[in-house]
């Protein structure tokens, strides 16, 4: 459903996405994972039109098999296509409540009901956020905001769902969690392209996993393969 | 020093005090406004108020529309003039350093106001005051006319209007979003230049109906006639708040407060009438930088 070609990405003269390719199936999980700064987040923030200089081809196919091009796209066209996003960060809005947070996430739709449908699958998905749908954002634990903004992701409606470190700052146990709802969601049908440092816990739940190094793909396969592989092995699961 | 003021006088510069306080309110509100999304001080906005006073006077001296109309007309015009400063002059500077879109408001604001004394003359102009406005009546002792009340009963409905926008609706949510996180917000799927130009529509609307309301108050219009009241404007968001709607009204009948009321009480410093804005600006940098209401502000990330 997303096909990347030859994807670069520069901030001045750093060059930080280098001839990266890669494509995503319908319905599957496909990871990208590297070491801090290999360039993880310039490349979905690409997907995402948040990057302005950058090379290359991004195609997006549609449910009903049309194919557009993402080249220059602003973020709104992608949300409206179908892609959603969660920073690196969760960036939550913290002077909003929760509910308002989640109504910024569904900002493109204009129906009442749709949203509403929306926000009650998402509290579905993660019942604290409806305890705490009147509480500031800011108010939030980091585990509760990671769930938000997973949540405020959803909001959209999306196809596919980028997530950028969901695992950032959180403990085991909440990861676990955390992954658990990844799955959950890509059951209920939605592609998911996950960016992740824990290799680990990505490889474990991905179809296919890229490994960026330094900006260009080194490795990739099956996600069960990589769990295996002696290099990832050494570089990211610790031996 | 004459402090024996009667209960009526009191009264009567209460009501002017609380008009002349909405006013600076309301442009105060456009200032706050655009600054707690971009960080940026709208020069231009004192120009706003101008235009706004001047196209009524058009409209209804020049091509003699009825009243109504001609408040539309100038409020709809003022609000393009808006419109364009924030399309011409800032948002091509969007991703360049904060103070070259400073600059480009000092020029623009320079600009409205040299092409305001080309196109209208810098002579001063006489609004006609409609005489239904002006015909005096008293509550009890209290004389006063019926625009004296209608001023502030505007300035309180307009503002009661922005804030349900502002905190009810998805447009107002994503001005407070954008405040905050703009690449988050705009990550949210939300046009930011749209709301960014809808902010600067509803601020111009606002310094437009000001500017009506003052050319009635002090019935004549020139092209400088915008930058004291948008100058005292902007220290009065100040003093309430930046960023804070609420803080801005509040500031700006402080403001009126204080300088209709030291004046009623000491008439000998009415020459310094101007400087008390300044004084006020002095006091809450020195007592509470972030302004009444004001919360902090964070450097945008
Ligand atoms: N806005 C920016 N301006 C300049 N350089 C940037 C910017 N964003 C990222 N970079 C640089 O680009 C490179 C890749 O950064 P990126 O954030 O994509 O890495 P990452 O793989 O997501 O790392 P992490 O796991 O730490 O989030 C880094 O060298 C980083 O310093
Ligand atoms: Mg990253």
């Known amino acids: 459903m997303l096909e990347i070609k030859g994807l670069n990405v520069w901030y001045g003269g750093i060059h930080a996405v280098r001839d990266l390719s890669m494509s995503i199936g319908r319905g599957e999980i496909v990871t990208l994972i590297g070491a801090n700064g290999a360039g993880k987040s310039s490349a979905i923030r690409a997907v ?34 179908g892609i959603a996003m969660s920073p690196e ?38 019942p604290k956020l409806r305890e705490r749908r009147s509480q500031k954002g800011g108010t939030l634990s980091g585990g509760e905001q990671q769930m938000l903004a997973v949540a405020r992701a959803l909001m959209s409606g999306p196809e596919l769902l980028m ?32 960016v992740e440092q824990n290799a680990y816990a990505a490889l474990k739940i991905a179809n296919k996993a890229y490994v960026l190094e330094s900006g260009a793909v080194t490795l990739s396969g099956a996600g069960a393969e990589l769990l295996e592989n002696p290099r990832v092995r050494e570089a990211y699961l610790g031996g | 020093m004459g402090i024996n003021l009667s209960f009526d006088m009191f009264m009567q510069h209460l009501i002017n005090a609380v008009g002349l306080g909405s006013l600076y309110g309301l442009i105060a509100i456009g200032y706050t406004m655009v600054y707690g999304i971009l ?40 609000t393009v003039c808006g419109l364009l400063v924030d399309r011409i002059a800032y948002r091509p500077l969007r991703n360049a350093p904060r103070i070259s879109a400073l600059i480009s408001a000092i020029g623009v604001s320079f600009f409205i106001e040299n092409l305001s004394v080309v196109v209208f003359s810098g002579m001063p102009r006489p609004v006609v005051q409609p005489p239904l406005l002006m015909k005096a009546f008293s509550i009890g002792g209290v004389r006063l006319v019926p625009l004296a009340i209608l001023v502030p009963a505007i300035s309180f409905a307009m503002v009661a209007g922005l804030l349900w926008l502002v905190y009810r609706t998805k447009p107002g949510l994503a001005m407070r979003s954008i405040s905050h996180d703009i690449e988050t917000t705009r990550l949210m799927g939300v046009s930011v230049d749209r709301i960014i130009a809808l902010t600067f529509a509803l ?10 309301m003052w050319a009635l108050r002090y019935p ?82």
């Open chain 1, 163 to 194: 997530l950028d470190e969901p695992s950032l700052g959180l403990a085991p146990i909440l990861v676990a969690e955390v992954f658990g709802i990844i799955r959950e969601i890509n059951r209920q049908g939605r592609t998911i392209l996950l």
């Open chain 2, 39 to 78: 960080r940026l001080i709208n020069f231009a906005h004192g120009d706003i108020f101008m235009l706004g006073a001047y196209f009524v006077f058009f409209a209804t001296v020049r091509y003699k529309l009825p009243w109504v109309l001609g408040v539309l007309t100038a409020v709809a015009g003022a």
């Open chain 2, 203 to 212: 601020g111009s609307a606002l310094a437009a109906v000001a500017g009506i």
């Open chain 1, 48 to 81: 995402a039109g948040l990057v302005r200089d950058w090379k290359g081809e991004i195609t997006f196919t549609k449910p009903d098999g049309n194919s557009v091009s993402l080249a220059g796209c602003p973020p709104e066209t992608m949300v409206k296509l």
């Open chain 1, 89 to 126: 960060g969760r960036r939550i809005l913290p002077h909003l409540t929760v509910e308002e947070n989640l109504t910024l996430g569904a900002f493109t739709r204009s129906s009442k009901d749709e949203i509403e449908e929306s926000m009650e699958y998402a509290y579905g998905l993660f």
């Open chain 2, 220 to 301: 004549r219009v020139e092209p400088f006639m915008g930058i004291v009241p948008g100058f005292k404007a902007f220290i009065a968001a100040v003093f309430g708040g930046i960023g804070s709607i609420p803080g801005a009204m509040l500031g700006g009948l402080s403001l009126g407060f204080v300088e209709i009321m030291s004046i009623a009480f000491f008439p000998r410093l009415s020459g310094y009438r101007d400087a008390f804005a300044f004084i006020l600006l002095i006091l809450i940098l020195l007592v509470k930088p972030t302004g009444l209401m004001g919360e902090k502000l964070e450097d945008k990330i």
